[in-house]
């Protein structure tokens, strides 16, 4: 496996580790290290050493720093001389590290360079503006070439049968959250889906969370919202028979609908399901109701299987356990 070293001045590469270890939990072989403004080149040089010895394979590092021509980058750039197959990447962002993880993730058996190649694109790509025209000319018209199109499914006659004609389901997840952050580089880069669809009818409502879940699905994958009922007709829809869906549902009760309708999903995964007055903690990510944990309990009985998980590298959670302690502090609410 790569090692990944993120090396910056002050405290840079600490939060951009934070943030992506928010993001994919927490992980081997992958190091930070900073310059303090009292520190040397020699300081962050030992640093760097001492980070890089502590991976467990230390042919293939990936360096990534800040600034290109700074200290990190010139310690880096020294580091680099005796070992030909490590890589250096400059100009440091969130997108680029995120990136490197998920290519690692991925494709274990890549290289330091071919994951240093593999970033740059998603590197720039995180470069964007609000409005698009404030964005370079040459750059805004790249992002458009590079948009997924938006002609529709209905564009195909109804009753065309695309592939086999069935949707495949490639993750279902109840995320209060939607899609975000652990969805879109963490969930998305492992199940390679062509389409999110966000399966909620109070979403499908809202123009402003429609506008932003497009907007936050990564490039190349198209993001939808729905109702429940247009999700149950799609499912059906033999033109969907090419598409690979990941389904995003707030709650089980909307799990329970769509599978019921016949929508064909046989594991849940869960992810987040955020407090709301009246709830019990059932663990840090997972806060549930009465009618949560009975619908839980009547998904079980219909052979529904559950994969208790913020991000892929986690460990599956023990779903019986959490709903044994949320039923058993609600019954103490009671009370």
């Not at 190649?117 to 790509?125: F, L, M, W």
């Not at 994969?307 to 019986?320: E, F, H, L, Q």
Request: net charge negative; charged share 20%.
């Amino acid at each position: 496996m790569v090692g990944i070293l993120l090396a910056s001045h002050g405290g840079f590469a600490d939060g951009i580790a934070q943030s992506a270890q928010m993001l994919f939990g927490e992980q081997e072989n992958f190091a930070h290290v900073t310059l303090s403004p009292d520190e040397g080149p020699e300081d962050i040089h030992g640093k760097m050493e001492q980070a890089i010895a502590s991976f467990s394979d230390q042919n293939e590092v990936l360096m990534l720093v800040d600034l290109w021509g700074g200290t990190p980058f010139n310690q880096a750039n020294a580091l680099l001389e005796d070992h030909s197959n490590w890589a250096i990447v400059a100009g440091m962002n969130l997108p680029m590290v995120v990136e490197a993880l998920t290519q690692r993730l991925t494709n274990p058996d890549a290289t330091a360079q071919q994951v240093a190649t593999a970033i740059i694109a998603t590197a720039r790509d995180g470069i964007k503006t609000k409005p698009v025209d404030l964005m370079p000319q040459e750059d805004t018209a790249v992002a458009e070439s590079a948009a997924p199109s938006n002609k529709s499914q209905k564009s195909i006659p109804a009753g065309t049968v695309i592939g086999d004609g069935h949707l495949k389901i490639v993750l279902a997840r109840i995320d209060s959250r939607l899609l975000h952050g652990q969805v879109a580089t963490g969930w998305i880069p492992t199940m390679h889906p062509d389409r999110v669809i966000v399966v909620s009818d109070s979403v499908a409502k809202d123009e402003m969370r429609k506008n932003m879940i497009r907007e936050a699905a990564p490039a190349g994958v198209k993001a939808h919202t729905v109702p429940l009922d247009k999700m149950i007709e799609i499912a059906k829809d033999p033109r969907f028979g090419n598409t690979h869906a990941l389904l995003l549902f707030e709650n089980p009760e909307d799990v329970l609908t769509v599978i019921k309708a016949g929508v064909d999903i046989k594991t849940v995964n869960v992810g987040s399901m955020s407090y709301s007055v009246g709830d019990v903690n059932a663990n840090n990510v997972l806060s549930m109701n009465q009618q949560d944990v009975d619908t839980f309990h009547e998904l079980e009985k219909m052979g529904i299987e559950y994969d208790v998980r913020k991000v892929p590298t986690d460990k599956s959670g023990n779903m019986d356990a959490i709903l044994n302690k949320a039923q058993s502090l609600l019954d103490e609410q009671k009370k």
